[in-house]
């Protein structure tokens, strides 16, 4: 390329690194760096040191915008202007795709199979290649052209006289005087009905009570080759009145042989649809099961839950939605059908006879008298009674008010579909078999055991599938293959999107991005290695190389040792968090950052460590014990917590941690404690629990779904906030109430964004975007609100404060005080009070819960459930972390941590192993004990880790 000055301009540059002049997003302090391009590229440092600002806020920013602005100036007015970030320049981008943690969403439609568009691959396989048979008799179905037709019938009805019939009518009530008319007038004479032989009368009509199978007489003959016009003919007008249906039946038998254009059952006559890949499809009306609607599960009023003790009576509150007796129209009600079957009300329910029960229950139709009641003492009144669930039944589907729905839904329960057995698909499509499995089934497997079904599938085709299924199982075998190398083996393709981790989400994300294919293009990923253990990671580096190897550009913010150490090139951000971070602290190759001096190199080195405690805690001498846990994978497994000490659960990605803890041991302490709603997974019994007075269940869900909610709000903080600014003198002059200051309320808030500070615009094709209010310029509220100061301060300033900041900002109020050092203590003192809390990650989300727990009174008997708090964390901020936990247990409560992080596996007291595989063959305990003894046991991948770290 030459200038006007017939100089040659350095365009080599720009292909070998992207350069970044002279940023400033966020906390980066005015940043230059070059970052090289086709390797791997790790960046780390301390959590909130600058990584993200300058990996996705700047980087991935720029490359979104560039983008867009490719698009049309008629696209581009409605997108509205994205910001440019803050930065001189950069040079060397190529398109950008970010792969982040960003929790999935909440559609229970949503699977793994439809993420990664697998089983769209089977849909299409099951549709084209599939082999049908019959729901009623397995037989395999039939389909036939006209010609083959004709053969047949010559072969195996020569010299016989036939009739030849189409069905009209198959099992249903009618009286059909309409139908029998239209036949009339279309000149035929006979009919078969129900089994016999009748001739059209004018006015003819059948008993419209029963179920009546109907079939037309299209022609009587004797087949012989030389009437083969003439049975041509019929067969092809059968086939137009029986749509696509036709019968031969043998004069004086009463067993007709079908034939059919479609697929068809040769003994019962039932056809099905030809088969498209939407038959196949639990989203789409022709596919889904009817009576689930494709969820695979039911909603089912629990009598358990309305009735949980039958040693009560109506009167004293055995019906829980009902409570204790009161002088109202139900009762009165009840007391009618008490009469009726010969019981009082104050009768326990086990006494009261079925038939009572039932109507009291399922409500009766008959109108009940009423007695003894304020309409008087022997009213005509009369009514009927609908049954205590059909009112639960009606609260459940009130639209209008949210606490009438969710009084109804204590009383419900979710239960398999009885219909599709919890399989989403009707029985046509559960029916479609290859290599004798259903779509369902194939579903269902370990993604490693269908991986290996599909891999000699060919050879157990015929030749005619095995040229269709060919290319397609190739896609599949591909797109599996991918699956499996970033070490997701256990899940399933029926597993619901919803149950991911950030971390199971974000791998099967990049696995399509790899099977995309693509070349010359940036991925930005955050911290991929959430939620897999010690032993998949390399796995997951293989995959990354994989992708850079077919030439493109890899950048991951991670803070995890072995991705650092594969790394062609890292990046250290700080020297510390916030405003004190944000620069370059060292770059290079691994070893070039082992040399430097920075934190994250010391503890490369081994000149810092996270201490191990000096000894193991025995706890207060108390145990929890679940006993016979077997949902999901668990086998059936004892499991005992020692009470008072720092618990880690580890083992593989999916062998059955999540299960055991969050679907199990939490929903049994809440109901315990709290009388929750939700059921835990199936156990048989569980000791221990009245030693325990508290449960907190600390995950990684977002605070909120909206940019409304954020930490200073989640905390309460911002109540107090908004009681100081209220009783300045300035507030009180204008008769301003803590509501004022609130940006969720009308009042003191911009009315134009409504309080939130920015402006969503929906893209059709691509993720919303967040576009600043233009009349409040983000600050959220209205002038006369951001007149009143505290300190020179208004509300919006303290609401953009770091949390460091804001320490020393309140410092004389201890009530704000104690909870912002909370805060700042759990490694949060870089984020700001107002940040919405969708551009927390998920680990940030869960420290900022954590801290709104730590600030509230604990009462010694507390177990704390955390589930992978170290994500997003650097070995610094793990060392804080594990102090405030320390604290926390030198009370007497209990820490429970799913965890794969060794640093905090090593400092714990005692680890429950679980394993040793994920999915099937996984759900057993491996071995307990401190680490010492975990480290000592030869099944357990943790303990031959933790063996390599010298334990």
Same mark, same amino acid.
């Given at each position: 390329?030459?200038?006007?000055?017939?100089?040659?301009?350095?365009?080599?540059?720009?292909?070998?690194?992207?350069?970044?002049?002279?940023?400033?997003?966020?906390?980066?302090?005015?940043?230059?760096?070059?970052?090289?391009?086709?390797?791997?590229?790790?960046?780390?440092?301390?959590?909130?040191?600058?990584?993200?600002?300058?990996?996705?806020?700047?980087?991935?920013?720029?490359?979104?915008?560039?983008?867009?602005?490719?698009?049309?100036?008629?696209?581009?007015?409605?997108?509205?202007?994205?910001?440019?970030?803050?930065?001189?320049?950069?040079?060397?981008?190529?398109?950008?795709?970010?792969?982040?943690?960003?929790?999935?969403?909440?559609?229970?439609?949503?699977?793994?199979?439809?993420?990664?568009?697998?089983?769209?691959?089977?849909?299409?396989?099951?549709?084209?290649?599939?082999?049908?048979?019959?729901?009623?008799?397995?037989?395999?179905?039939?389909?036939?052209?006209?010609?083959?037709?004709?053969?047949?019938?010559?072969?195996?009805?020569?010299?016989?006289?036939?009739?030849?019939?189409?069905?009209?009518?198959?099992?249903?009530?009618?009286?059909?005087?309409?139908?029998?008319?239209?036949?009339?007038?279309?000149?035929?004479?006979?009919?078969?009905?129900?089994?016999?032989?009748?001739?059209?009368?004018?006015?003819?009509?059948?008993?419209?009570?029963?179920?009546?199978?109907?079939?037309?007489?299209?022609?009587?003959?004797?087949?012989?080759?030389?009437?083969?016009?003439?049975?041509?003919?019929?067969?092809?007008?059968?086939?137009?009145?029986?749509?696509?249906?036709?019968?031969?039946?043998?004069?004086?038998?009463?067993?007709?042989?079908?034939?059919?254009?479609?697929?068809?059952?040769?003994?019962?006559?039932?056809?099905?649809?030809?088969?498209?890949?939407?038959?196949?499809?639990?989203?789409?009306?022709?596919?889904?099961?009817?009576?689930?609607?494709? $969820?695979?599960?039911?909603? !089912?009023?629990?009598?358990? +839950?309305?009735? &949980?003790?039958? /040693?009560? %009576?109506? *009167? @004293?509150?055995?019906?829980?939605?009902?409570?204790?007796?009161?002088?109202?129209?139900?009762?009165?009600?009840?007391?009618?059908?008490?009469?009726?079957?010969?019981?009082?009300?104050?009768?326990?329910?086990?006494?009261?006879?079925?038939?009572?029960?039932?109507?009291? $229950?399922?409500?009766?139709? !008959?109108?009940?008298?009423? +007695?003894?009641? &304020?309409?008087? /003492?022997? %009213?005509? *009144? @009369?009514?009927?009674?609908?049954?205590?669930?059909?009112?639960?039944?009606?609260?459940?589907?009130?639209?209008?008010?949210?606490?009438?729905?969710?009084?109804?839904?204590?009383?419900?329960?979710?239960?398999?579909?009885?219909?599709?057995?919890?399989?989403?698909?009707?029985?046509?499509?559960?029916?479609?078999?290859?290599?004798? +499995?259903?779509?369902?089934?194939?579903?269902?497997?370990?993604?490693?055991?269908?991986?290996?079904?599909?891999?000699?599938?060919?050879?157990?085709?015929?030749?005619?599938?095995?040229?269709?299924?060919?290319?397609?199982?190739?896609?599949?075998?591909?797109?599996?293959?991918?699956?499996?190398?970033?070490?997701?083996?256990?899940?399933?393709?029926?597993?619901?999107?919803?149950?991911?981790?950030?971390?199971?989400?974000?791998?099967?994300?990049?696995?399509?991005?790899?099977?995309?294919?693509?070349?010359?293009?940036?991925?930005?990923?955050?911290?991929?290695?959430?939620?897999?253990?010690?032993?998949?990671?390399?796995?997951?580096?293989?995959?990354?190389?994989?992708?850079?190897?077919?030439?493109?550009?890899?950048?991951?913010?991670?803070?995890?040792?072995?991705?650092?150490?594969?790394?062609?090139?890292?990046?250290?951000?700080?020297?510390?968090?916030?405003?004190?971070?944000?620069?370059?602290?060292?770059?290079?190759?691994?070893?070039?950052?082992?040399?430097?001096?920075?934190?994250?190199?010391?503890?490369?080195?081994?000149?810092?460590?996270?201490?191990?405690?000096?000894?193991?805690?025995?706890?207060?001498?108390?145990?929890?014990?679940?006993?016979?846990?077997?949902?999901?994978?668990?086998?059936?497994?004892?499991?005992?917590?020692?009470?008072?000490?720092?618990?880690?659960?580890?083992?593989?990605?999916?062998?059955?941690?999540?299960?055991?803890?969050?679907?199990?041991?939490?929903?049994?302490?809440?109901?315990?404690?709290?009388?929750?709603?939700?059921?835990?997974?199936?156990?048989?019994?569980?000791?221990?629990?009245?030693?325990?007075?508290?449960?907190?269940?600390?995950?990684?869900?977002?605070?909120?779904?909206?940019?409304?909610?954020?930490?200073?709000?989640?905390?309460?903080?911002?109540?107090?906030?908004?009681?100081?600014?209220?009783?300045?003198?300035?507030?009180?002059?204008?008769?301003?109430?803590?509501?004022?200051?609130?940006?969720?309320?009308?009042?003191?808030?911009?009315?134009?964004?409504?309080?939130?500070?920015?402006?969503?615009?929906?893209?059709?094709?691509?993720?919303?975007?967040?576009?600043?209010?233009?009349?409040?310029?983000?600050?959220?509220?209205?002038?006369?609100?951001?007149?009143?100061?505290?300190?020179?301060?208004?509300?919006?300033?303290?609401?953009?404060?770091?949390?460091?900041?804001?320490?020393?900002?309140?410092?004389?109020?201890?009530?704000?005080?104690?909870?912002?050092?909370?805060?700042?203590?759990?490694?949060?003192?870089?984020?700001?009070?107002?940040?919405?809390?969708?551009?927390?990650?998920?680990?940030?989300?869960?420290?900022?819960?954590?801290?709104?727990?730590?600030?509230?009174?604990?009462?010694?008997?507390?177990?704390?459930?955390?589930?992978?708090?170290?994500?997003?964390?650097?070995?610094?901020?793990?060392?804080?972390?594990?102090?405030?936990?320390?604290?926390?247990?030198?009370?007497?409560?209990?820490?429970?941590?799913?965890?794969?992080?060794?640093?905090?596996?090593?400092?714990?007291?005692?680890?429950?192993?679980?394993?040793?595989?994920?999915?099937?063959?996984?759900?057993?305990?491996?071995?307990?004990?401190?680490?010492?003894?975990?480290?000592?046991?030869?099944?357990?991948?943790?303990?031959?880790?933790?063996?390599?770290?010298?334990?």
């Amino acid at each position: 390329m030459k200038t006007l000055n017939n100089e040659a301009t350095p365009v080599e540059n720009d292909l070998e690194q992207i350069e970044v002049l002279g940023a400033r997003v966020h906390n980066l302090q005015n940043i230059d760096i070059a970052i090289p391009r086709n390797q791997l590229v790790v960046i780390t440092g301390l959590s909130g040191s600058g990584k993200s600002s300058l990996a996705f806020d700047t980087i991935y920013a720029e490359g979104q915008r560039r983008y867009i602005e490719t698009f049309s100036a008629y696209a581009r007015q409605f997108l509205g202007g994205l910001e440019r970030p803050d930065v001189d320049k950069i040079t060397g981008l190529s398109p950008v795709i970010s792969i982040e943690q960003k929790t999935t969403g909440k559609n229970p439609r949503s699977t793994v199979g439809t993420t990664t568009e697998v089983y769209d691959f089977f849909r299409l396989l099951y549709a084209r290649a599939g082999e049908a048979f019959s729901y009623k008799t397995g037989e395999k179905m039939v389909k036939y052209t006209d010609r083959e037709i004709l053969n047949l019938i010559l072969s195996q009805f020569e010299q016989k006289n036939v009739y030849i019939l189409s069905p009209l009518v198959k099992g249903r009530k009618g009286h059909y005087k309409e139908l029998f008319e239209q036949i009339r007038k279309k000149g035929f004479l006979n009919v078969r009905v129900d089994g016999e032989m009748k001739e059209i009368r004018h006015g003819m009509k059948v008993d419209r009570y029963k179920n009546h199978f109907i079939e037309v007489v299209i022609d009587k003959l004797k087949v012989t080759p030389k009437d083969q016009k003439r049975l041509e003919d019929s067969v092809a007008l059968a086939m137009k009145q029986g749509k696509n249906i036709m019968m031969v039946l043998e004069k004086d038998t009463d067993t007709p042989r079908y034939f059919s254009r479609q697929l068809m059952c040769p003994t019962t006559g039932i056809s099905y649809n030809e088969p498209a890949p939407h038959n196949f499809s639990f989203n789409s009306p022709q596919g889904a099961c009817p009576k689930c609607k494709g $969820l695979g599960f039911v909603e !089912e009023t629990d009598i358990e +839950k309305i009735i &949980p003790d039958k /040693t009560k %009576s109506i *009167y @004293s509150g055995g019906i829980i939605p009902l409570g204790r007796y009161k002088n109202n129209l139900i009762f009165w009600q009840l007391e009618a059908i008490a009469d009726k079957h010969g019981f009082k009300l104050k009768t326990p329910i086990k006494n009261i006879p079925d038939e009572g029960l039932d109507e009291i $229950l399922h409500g009766t139709t !008959e109108p009940l008298r009423l +007695k003894d009641t &304020p309409l008087g /003492t022997s %009213s005509n *009144y @009369s009514l009927s009674f609908d049954g205590i669930i059909s009112y639960i039944r009606n609260q459940q589907n009130n639209d209008t008010s949210q606490k009438a729905r969710k009084w109804a839904n204590q009383f419900v329960r979710k239960t398999t579909c009885p219909q599709c057995n919890g399989q989403r698909l009707n029985k046509e499509a559960l029916h479609f078999l290859i290599d004798g +499995k259903n779509i369902a089934q194939v579903s269902n497997m370990d993604l490693k055991d269908l991986y290996k079904w599909c891999d000699g599938l060919e050879d157990r085709l015929s030749s005619k599938q095995r040229t269709i299924a060919r290319e397609i199982l190739k896609e599949i075998r591909a797109r599996l293959g991918f699956m499996l190398d970033v070490g997701l083996d256990y899940l399933t393709l029926n597993r619901s999107a919803m149950t991911l981790s950030g971390g199971e989400s974000q791998r099967i994300r990049l696995a399509t991005q790899i099977g995309s294919q693509l070349v010359n293009v940036l991925y930005i990923l955050d911290e991929p290695s959430i939620g897999l253990h010690q032993r998949d990671n390399h796995r997951l580096i293989t995959s990354l190389k994989q992708l850079r190897d077919t030439g493109n550009s890899v950048l991951v913010v991670e803070h995890d040792r072995d991705m650092m150490m594969a790394a062609d090139h890292i990046v250290d951000m700080g020297p510390y968090a916030g405003r004190h971070g944000g620069e370059v602290v060292a770059q290079g190759t691994p070893n070039e950052i082992l040399k430097a001096e920075s934190l994250t190199a010391n503890y490369l080195r081994g000149n810092k460590d996270i201490p191990l405690p000096s000894d193991r805690r025995k706890g207060d001498g108390h145990k929890l014990t679940i006993k016979g846990a077997h949902g999901n994978n668990l086998k059936n497994i004892d499991v005992s917590f020692p009470l008072g000490t720092f618990i880690c659960v580890t083992g593989v990605s999916g062998s059955g941690k999540s299960t055991l803890i969050n679907e199990t041991l939490y929903p049994i302490l809440n109901q315990h404690i709290y009388n929750s709603v939700k059921d835990p997974l199936p156990y048989k019994s569980v000791k221990g629990l009245e030693y325990i007075d508290k449960v907190v269940n600390v995950d990684q869900s977002p605070l909120g779904r909206t940019p409304r909610s954020n930490p200073a709000t989640y905390t309460k903080l911002f109540d107090d906030i908004r009681k100081l600014f209220a009783e300045l003198p300035e507030a009180k002059i204008r008769a301003y109430k803590p509501g004022r200051f609130s940006f969720n309320v009308k009042g003191g808030r911009c009315e134009t964004c409504k309080g939130a500070g920015v402006q969503v615009i929906e893209m059709n094709f691509l993720p919303d975007v967040m576009v600043e209010c233009p009349e409040c310029r983000g600050k959220r509220y209205n002038r006369e609100t951001l007149e009143v100061r505290y300190k020179g301060k208004s509300i919006s300033d303290v609401l953009n404060m770091t949390i460091n900041q804001a320490v020393d900002f309140f410092e004389h109020i201890p009530s704000l005080v104690h909870r912002l050092k909370i805060l700042q203590e759990v490694g949060l003192g870089y984020i700001r009070l107002g940040q919405p809390s969708t551009t927390l990650s998920g680990g940030e989300s869960q420290r900022v819960k954590l801290a709104s727990e730590l600030s509230k009174k604990d009462t010694g008997k507390t177990v704390y459930l955390l589930d992978e708090p170290t994500t997003g964390l650097h070995f610094e901020d793990i060392r804080v972390l594990l102090d405030v936990l320390s604290r926390l247990i030198s009370k007497g409560n209990t820490v429970i941590m799913i965890e794969h992080n060794l640093d905090v596996i090593k400092a714990a007291d005692y680890i429950i192993d679980i394993g040793p595989e994920g999915g099937a063959q996984g759900g057993n305990v491996v071995c307990c004990g401190t680490p010492e003894e975990v480290a000592a046991c030869p099944q357990s991948y943790t303990g031959q880790f933790l063996k390599m770290e010298g334990l």
